[in-house]
C-alpha cells in the first residue's frame, strides 16, 4: 500500500488562489496521471481525480460534511514539480486541520489503491465516496469506550501470533458481547491500569451460547508518557493486513470507537511492555463467576471477578481449545 501520508508531505504548499481558481500541488499516485493526492492553499489534503469513466451515466454524489467535501467537474489550478496547469477534476478534500483527521482522510484513501486501474470509473468513486463518508461521520460521534479498552484490543492483535485471524475476527460494533468471534470461539479482552485481575463481566460473557467457548484475556495496561501510543498501534495493525477490506475494518472500529476524540485518543500513550508481561489468558468456564440460573424477569447482570483466583491457560491449552485462542498466543509465549 503506497503512503500518502509521506507524498502529502513532500508537497509544498501552493500559492494563494487565483481568479476563483482552487490551488494544489499535487503528485500522480502510483505514476496514474488521473489520480493524485494533493494539498491546498491552506495545507489541508485532497484527491484530484482526472477523466471519470461512466461519469455521464452515473455521476458520483457531490457531499457536504464538516470535515469532507466532495465536488465534481471543479476548474482546479494544479502546480506539479513541473508543470502548473488548469484542469477540471473531481476533488475530494478533507477540511480539517487536524493532523490527525487529515492522516486519517489519507490512510482511507491510499487503502483504494491497489483495486484502481488507469482510469477510475463512476462506480469505483461512487465506493470510495460512500466508505469516507461512511468513516467521517464515525469520527463526529462521541466516544464509545475507554482509550485504553481499545489500546488492549490493538495491543492484543499486534503481539499475536495470528493477527490476520483477529483481524477477522473483531467486533464491528461497541455492542457485541465479545471482542473476537469467529465460528463457536469467542475471546474477550479486559484491561486494568491497577494492576490487579478484578474485571467485570455480563452475564452473556460468563455464560456464552450453549456450543461455544469463550476465553477472557486479562492485561495490565497504563499510562505512559514514553510508552506506545494508540495510533502507533493503530497503525502497526494496519499494516499487518493484506487487503483493503481488513485495512478499512480497522479505521472503522477504531474511528467507531473513538469519535470525536480520534486526535486525543491517538495520542494516548501506554506501557508495551508492561502489558506482554501481564497479559495471561483464562478458560472463561472456570472464572469466579455469578450462577447460571439466572431469575425470570432480570437482566443486564453485570458483576466483578477476580481472576487471580483462577489458573491461566498456557500456550499449549489455548493452542488445544481452538483456532482463534491459538492466534491469540504470542510467538514467545512458553508454557
Known amino acids: 500500500m503506497q503512503d500518502l501520508c509521506q507524498l502529502f508531505d513532500s508537497l509544498p504548499q501552493p500559492a494563494a488562489t487565483l481568479n476563483g481558481l482552487e490551488s494544489f500541488s499535487a503528485v500522480p499516485v502510483r505514476d496514474q496521471p488521473q489520480w493524485r493526492v494533493a494539498k491546498d492553499t491552506v495545507g489541508r489534503p485532497a484527491a484530484l481525480i482526472g477523466i471519470i469513466v461512466g461519469m455521464g451515466r452515473d455521476r458520483p454524489v457531490s457531499v ?35 493532523r490527525e483527521i487529515q492522516r486519517c482522510f489519507l490512510r482511507i484513501l491510499a487503502t483504494f489503491l491497489p483495486a484502481l486501474g488507469e482510469a477510475v470509473d463512476s462506480r469505483q468513486l461512487s465506493i470510495i465516496i460512500q466508505r ?29 501470533q495470528g493477527p490476520l485471524i483477529l483481524i477477522q475476527a473483531w467486533h464491528t460494533e461497541s455492542s457485541e458481547h465479545f471482542d473476537f468471534s469467529v465460528g463457536a470461539e469467542r475471546v ?34 497504563e499510562e505512559s508518557t514514553n510508552g506506545t501510543t494508540l495510533g502507533e498501534l493503530w497503525d502497526k ?22 469519535g470525536e476524540d480520534v486526535s486525543e485518543g491517538r495520542r494516548a500513550a501506554f506501557d508495551w511492555e508492561l502489558a506482554m508481561e501481564s497479559l495471561a489468558f483464562f478458560d472463561m468456564a472456570r472464572i469466579p463467576r455469578v450462577r447460571d440460573d439466572q431469575p425470570p424477569g432480570v437482566h443486564d447482570i453485570r458483576f466483578a ?15 488445544r481449545m481452538g483456532l482463534l485462542f491459538e492466534a491469540c498466543a504470542s510467538p514467545t509465549s512458553k508454557d
Open 64 to 98: 457536504s460534511l464538516e470535515n469532507l467535501t466532495v465536488e465534481h467537474d471543479v476548474s482546479c489550478r494544479i502546480s506539479t514539480s513541473v508543470t502548473t496547469a488548469v484542469e477540471r477534476c473531481s476533488l475530494i478534500r478533507c477540511l480539517s486541520e487536524e
Open 132 to 160: 469516507l463518508v461512511e468513516l467521517f461521520r464515525l469520527a463526529r460521534r462521541p466516544r464509545a469506550q475507554t482509550l485504553r479498552g481499545l489500546w488492549a484490543e490493538l495491543f492484543l492483535i499486534a503481539r499475536s
Open 188 to 221: 474477550e479482552i479486559k484491561s486494568s491500569s491497577t494492576r490487579t485481575r478484578v474485571h467485570e463481566f455480563s452475564f452473556e460473557q460468563a455464560y456464552p451460547a450453549s456450543g461455544a467457548r469463550a476465553v477472557a484475556a486479562s492485561v495490565f495496561v
Open 237 to 258: 495493525v494496519a499494516k499487518l493486513s493484506p487487503t483493503s477490506e481488513g485495512r478499512l475494518k480497522i479505521e472503522r472500529v477504531c474511528l467507531q470507537v473513538l
Open 305 to 319: 471477578s477476580d481472576l487471580a483466583l483462577s489458573q491461566d491457560l498456557s500456550a499449549a491449552e489455548l493452542t
